[in-house]
């Protein structure tokens, strides 16, 4: 073993978190608190007033005083693409506007008010055309606005019967593993169909989008608000023709991303670092709030199609979902989130039979895209609420039916996954249940009281911890780990700190692994000039794999210097010792996917994950038989997080996901007017409050994951809001009766559900 | 994005009453514009959100910490509430909370604690949102508003106050320097009840304030006002034609939602349905009627 | 139109010189040079830009400067300082109060104002002082922990001397 001092572990604990002093004393400097640089100028973004159009030209109004404002056009852009999955995106429309609110000018001014008179001053000449902006005129293709048929990705998982005849016909595959998957659901007892659907989500991180760009010898550098610096600096090698060493993207404390802050740092970048190309000065470019919620990315609105065929005892046998997405103007991450959707769409339950078809449409809104989930809330939704209304027509508790179904040990997903080591979902279901009485009061029925009911309802799910099938491998995601004087450690990686505790877990981590104290471990700014590529800071990856990537450089470094040291020699002067000798000592390591995790991506068959996380939520809910506003009371969660390196923290995310989960139930709606946003405010679009939110029982079930770090890790930072919307939904219906299938739960559209029976109920 | 325009906002702080009667009465007089800034919870929030604008801007008069404006007076029978008093300052006084209960309670819903630090009911009278809280709660009281100008003091019911969308009778050279309430005897009853976007921070998607007096069973006073369901806060003259001089036992209920019906016009917008609404506003004024039944 | 106004902040007397509608909070983060109040809407609703003025909580995003004049502003700055944590700082970053950090010293702000003037909130009345505060990363548990924490911290540390519901400082020792 490696010997440093011997102490006690900090993984499990609940050490302040390494960034808590200066965040709570205004210290911590955020993208629009770096001071100003010499002759910086503010940047803004000219956009398109139409949702589509052929764009015919830009004119600088002639009258208005140019001579101090630099203006950016797509000629100015060296390659005119946003580099992603796909190559249609470009850095400003050049031809075609596919939003309404697509960059197409830019401007730079060190006036701020000139500036906002230079954005009025630019005319766009456009020939507008008809929008499609909805996920029904979209299939129905009349107008093409992608490909051939508005098509931006298409997936199929089988299993059992429809993945027989799927190998058997391949050329004919869609029909032929349709009609597989109808003859096993006619086979069965009980058949129940339905459509549920998901709406716009808005991240609202609390710190809006913000940038500032400079050139200098060295190249261009960028410093932002971004949860991944290396998709910023893959973006700027290909718009600019860069050498990647000439790129310097550097992470500023970031206030929030949620997955807003994935993709869409990219754009904001480039647009910066092109003014500030062009006026030869560093520029800053801060997004205003309604500038935000109107242009940046958003929840993929989702359309699910379920049938699903049982005995009449419940016991689940075949499964048919299809679940369209709307992708918006753009592919950007499209494919990725609808493969996690539709990956997620059999939820935390045995099939036997299964057929799931994912479809990705393009519209003429903003593109959608990352959003805390990705994919997962919008299927978990469906399969949740349709096993509620199975266990209607049934007539049993849905919590029953489902405890009854999940997946064990040996059990297979949809894409034939079998289940590794302990299955933690009974776990939290019998903690979720016994802690919030749950199968009691369901027994009791609704609680009504005067105009007020009361009900409860639960949600199971599961969520798999880092890329979909061989992503890890492809993305080979590396870390390092630097011995630094006095027996220090420095922990180089490209996983940024956006809230969720990074800085803190990396450092635990570590310091347990090379048996240090934790203040002997810092961990470095995450700037793509020092750090090196972990892949992004997404898909709960950021601990169980970038961290046990962490883990391991830290312990060989360790070990490095416990070979060199003498008997009754500190740590501290042997690693000064064998710094002296070799210059450096550092550990660059990549990160190995677990040899068992095996993947056809063709096919979409094997293990989708290399581990899964699994949750139970049960909400209480008050429901006003009046005004139909629904009330959370109490919130149970029981997670399988495999290990709690920082259980406060892992309890945080748990909860802020889950109060997210909330908001997009009950009253998070983007108000659409022909493409455009009509609530693009703080004050209309709304997210809860204190007062809103509900007190939370949040419990941490540990089984550990064979490969995580710190004894077990599993990525559990998306999970919670998969499953609360459904909970909320079940617990509304088992108030009121009223049975919800497609978001939001707003006291509109409860009303409207409600109909005539509003008006009697008293 | 227009904070841009706020720093081209020439300003004045008034010194006193008479002062700023004069300043007001004299640029209206040579046609030039004045906006008064009291907590600025309206105005403030107004510019940074409108979009820029070009030519002249009226000239910004601070009147937040004019001693006229501010205090909070009871003389044994009239609540004489400053119009320059916050929602906190109101929600502190001992004298609103035994005379004006509904005005205390009426203040824990307006946005959050920082609003109700700066927001005041001259504000929220002026600006005349047929959503504002204090006014419908003002309303159940019939105050009487009181205005200040070069040519001395003018009151108005506040029923004549408010005459359209955004509008009021308040002449430009005219400042509203407090509202004043004769209220009911302590004790008796008052019924709120705000139905927002959310539990803080909401505007109202519906809400109503009623002040009774009763003599038995006998409803022998009442007062209401509801927002956000017409273009002013709406006075409701029907539904209280219909249970003045009677039980709240006796109501029929039918009568009574159609009676509300009549009194109001609510409309879509981006925050709720005019459908919606109108369900509410029918429940919400049989919630009263229950209450003072069940009294 | 420039104007010059001077105010106290943090406990010094200061003298902005700037057109007088420009918000207090563009005054604070731009010529005072104190950026730990933010901008998160600008409208009065998310609360990150609260400050204390003549100690009540104001949003600085509507408050213009040239209604400073003789007034004494707080901020998180002058709460305490990371090597003299306030109690109420020290627990916010004890009990998961700060995830991201951004809405952080707007919630200090609020607390502050609440604990000054309430020694022994209960949880709805924490819920309600920081009710103009919005917060996406933490579900709003942790920090009604944490203040609830710093408020027997306070009360603990200030003991016999200062009675219950006696204004509580929360600054620095
Ligand atoms: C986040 C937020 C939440 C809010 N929540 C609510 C809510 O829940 N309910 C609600 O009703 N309102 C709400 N408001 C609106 C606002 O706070 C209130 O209308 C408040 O009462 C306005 O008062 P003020 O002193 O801040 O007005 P200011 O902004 O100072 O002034 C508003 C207008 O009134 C005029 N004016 C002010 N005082 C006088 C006077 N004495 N005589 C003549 N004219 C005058 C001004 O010239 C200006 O045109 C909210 C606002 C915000 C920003
Ligand atoms: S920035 Fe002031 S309240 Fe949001
Ligand atoms: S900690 Fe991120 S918004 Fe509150």
Redesign the pocket.
């Known amino acids: 073993m490696h010997t440093g001092e011997s102490l006690r572990p900090s993984v499990g604990t609940n050490v302040v978190r390494v960034d808590g002093a200066q965040k709570v004393t205004g210290g911590a400097r955020y993208v629009d608190d770096l001071p100003p640089r010499p002759g910086e100028l503010h940047g803004a973004t000219v956009r398109s007033r139409v949702a589509r159009a052929v764009l015919r030209g830009v004119r600088l109004d002639p009258t208005f005083d140019w001579s101090d404002v630099t203006v950016v056009t797509a000629a100015d852009v060296p390659e005119n693409v946003v580099q992603l999955i796909v190559d249609d995106q470009p850095v400003l429309a050049a031809e075609r506007i596919h939003h309404r609110y697509e960059p197409v000018v830019l401007l730079a001014c060190a006036d701020r008010d000139k500036l906002a008179r230079a954005v009025e001053a630019v005319l766009l000449d456009v020939d507008e055309l008809p929008p499609v902006l909805t996920i029904e005129e979209a299939l129905r293709a009349r107008d093409v606005i992608s490909g051939t048929d508005n098509v931006q990705k298409r997936y199929l998982i089988t299993k059992g019967a429809p993945d027989i005849v799927r190998d058997a016909a391949p050329s004919d595959e869609a029909r032929a593993t349709e009609e597989a998957i109808l003859r096993e659901l006619e086979a069965c007892e009980v058949v129940v169909r339905g459509e549920y659907s998901t709406h716009h989500q808005e991240q609202l991180y609390i710190e809006p989008q913000g940038m500032i760009a400079w050139w200098d010898d060295a190249g261009v550098h960028a410093t932002g608000s971004i949860q991944c610096p290396y998709y910023v600096h893959k973006a700027m090698k290909r718009a600019f023709h860069l050498e990647p060493e000439r790129i310097h993207v550097t992470q500023a404390v970031t206030g929030g991303g949620f997955g807003g802050k994935e993709e869409y740092p990219s754009l904001v970048a480039l647009h910066a670092a092109l003014l500030a190309k062009k006026s030869g000065r560093p520029v800053r470019m801060i997004y205003g709030r309604t500038e935000d919620i109107e242009a940046t990315t958003k929840r993929h609105p989702a359309h699910c199609t379920v049938a699903t065929g049982c005995d009449r005892d419940g016991t689940l046998r075949a499964l048919m979902m299809r679940v369209v997405m709307d992708g918006g103007a753009y592919v950007t991450l499209t494919p990725v989130v609808l493969s996690r959707g539709i990956l997620h769409a059999g939820g935390a339950y045995r099939w036997e039979h299964a057929r799931i078809e994912g479809v990705a449409v393009a519209t003429n809104t903003p593109p959608n895209g990352a959003f805390r989930g990705f994919g997962a809330p919008q299927t978990v939704w469906a399969i949740e609420r349709h096993l509620d209304a199975v266990a209607r027509e049934l007539g049993m508790d849905p919590g029953v039916l489902k405890r009854q179904n999940l997946l064990v040990t040996g059990d297979t997903t949809p894409t034939g996954q079998a289940m590794r080591g302990e299955v933690g979902i009974h776990e939290c279901v019998r903690r979720a249940f016994e802690s919030s009485g749950y199968l009691e009061r369901r027994r009791l029925g609704a609680a009504v009281s005067g105009r007020k009911a009361r009900g409860i309802g639960c949600a199971i799910f599961l969520h798999g911890g880092g890329f979909t099938g061989s992503g890890e491998r492809l993305l080979k995601g590396k870390a390092a780990v630097d011995l630094a004087p006095g027996g220090r450690l420095v922990v180089r990686s490209g996983s940024t700190d956006i809230g969720q505790g990074t800085e803190t877990v990396f450092a635990q981590l570590a310091a347990d692994a090379a048996k240090l104290p934790l203040d002997r471990v810092s961990v470095a700014t995450p700037c793509t000039t020092y750090v090196p590529d972990s892949g992004p800071t997404v898909a709960s990856r950021t601990v169980m794999v970038v961290g046990s990537i962490v883990e391991r450089a830290a312990a060989e470094v360790a070990a490095r210097v416990a070979a060199v040291r003498q008997p009754g020699e500190s740590f501290a002067t042997a690693g000064d010792r064998l710094l002296a000798r070799e210059g450096t000592v550092t550990s660059l390591l990549q990160y190995e996917s677990p040899a068992f995790v095996k993947w056809d991506d063709v096919r979409y068959r094997g293990d989708a994950y290399p581990v899964f996380a699994f949750m139970c939520d049960v909400a209480e809910v008050e429901v006003d038989l009046d005004t139909f506003e629904v009330t959370v009371l109490r919130f149970w969660q029981a997670a399988d997080v495999g290990r709690a390196v920082h259980p406060l923290m892992c309890e945080g995310q748990l909860e802020g996901g889950t109060l997210q989960a909330i908001g997009w139930a009950l009253s998070e709606e983007l108000v659409w007017k022909d493409g455009a946003i009509l609530n693009p405010r703080m004050?209309n679009y709304i997210v809860p409050t204190a007062l809103d939110a509900p007190p939370f029982d949040t419990m941490l079930v540990e089984h550990p994951y064979s490969e995580g770090p710190g004894g077990g890790a599993k990525g559990i930072g998306e999970m919670p809001m998969d499953g609360g919307a459904a909970a909320i939904a079940a617990a509304v219906e088992h108030a009121t009766g009223l049975a919800m299938n497609h978001l939001p739960l707003t006291p509109e559209r409860l009303f409207a559900h409600a109909g005539a029976r509003a008006v009697e109920a008293r | 994005m227009s904070v841009v325009d706020l720093p081209r906002y020439p300003f004045a702080r008034a010194g006193s009453l008479g002062e700023l009667c004069s300043l007001v009465h004299e640029r209206c007089a040579s046609g030039e514009r004045t906006?008064?800034?009291?907590?600025?919870?309206?105005?403030?929030?107004e510019v940074s959100q409108s979009p820029r604008r070009d030519g002249p801007l009226p000239l910004v008069v601070d009147?937040s910490r004019l001693p006229e404006?501010g205090a909070i007076e009871w003389d044994g029978r009239t609540l004489r509430l400053g119009?320059?008093a916050t929602y906190r300052e109101l929600a502190e006084h001992h004298a609103v909370r035994e005379h004006a209960p509904l005005i205390a309670r009426m203040t824990s819903?307006?946005?959050g604690p920082t609003?109700q630090a700066?927001?005041?009911?001259?504000?929220?009278l002026?600006?005349a949102?047929p959503?504002?809280?204090?006014v419908a709660a003002l309303a159940a009281y019939e105050p009487t508003v009181v205005l200040a100008s070069v040519r001395g003091e003018r009151k108005v019911r506040m029923a004549d106050f408010h005459t359209g969308y955004k509008r009021t009778s308040?002449a430009d050279d005219e400042?509203?320097t407090a509202i004043e309430v004769a209220p009911p005897p302590p004790g008796s009853p008052w019924h709120w009840r705000k139905v927002g976007t959310r539990q803080a921070?909401?505007?109202?998607k519906v809400a109503l304030g009623a002040v009774a007096a009763l003599d038995g069973t006998r409803i022998t006073r009442l007062g209401l006002g509801m927002a956000s369901v017409g273009p002013t806060t709406a006075l409701l003259p029907k539904t209280r034609a219909l249970l003045v001089d009677g039980s709240p036992r006796d109501v029929d209920l039918a009568q009574l939602d159609a009676a509300v019906a009549a009194d109001i016009s609510p409309i879509d917008d981006i925050r709720s349905t005019g459908a919606y609404r109108l369900h509410v506003a029918k429940a919400l004024v049989r919630e009263l009627v229950r209450s003072l039944a069940n009294l | 139109m420039i104007a010059k106004v001077t105010l106290t902040v943090n406990g010094a007397a200061r003298t902005v010189e700037a057109p007088p509608l420009t918000r207090l909070l563009d005054a604070l983060r731009g010529p005072l040079g104190l950026t730990g109040a933010k901008e998160g809407c600008g409208?009065?609703?998310c609360g990150s830009c609260a400050v204390l003025l003549d100690g009540v909580p104001v949003n600085a995003c509507?408050v213009a400067l040239g209604q400073c004049e003789g007034r004494e502003v707080v901020t998180v700055e002058g709460l305490g300082e990371p090597r003299h944590l306030a109690p109420l700082q020290a627990c916010m970053a004890e009990h998961g109060g700060a995830q991201c950090g951004i809405c952080t010293p707007g919630m200090l702000i609020a607390a502050e104002s609440l604990l000054r003037s309430n020694a022994q909130p209960s949880a709805v009345e924490v819920r309600r002082a920081i009710a103009g505060n919005l917060c996406r990363c933490t579900g709003y548990d942790r920090i009604v922990a944490s203040v609830l924490a710093a408020a027997e911290a306070l009360r603990a540390t200030r003991g016999a001397s200062v009675s219950a519901g006696a204004p509580v400082r929360g600054a620095a020792e």
């Not at chain 2, 959503?131 to 204090?134: F, S």
């Open positions: 004050t | 906006v008064l800034l009291a907590g600025g919870t309206d105005f403030m929030a009147i404006l119009a320059g819903d307006i946005g609003i700066r927001g005041t009911l001259g504000g929220n002026a600006t949102s959503a504002a809280d204090g308040r400042i509203i921070q909401a505007i109202a | 409208e009065g609703e509507l």
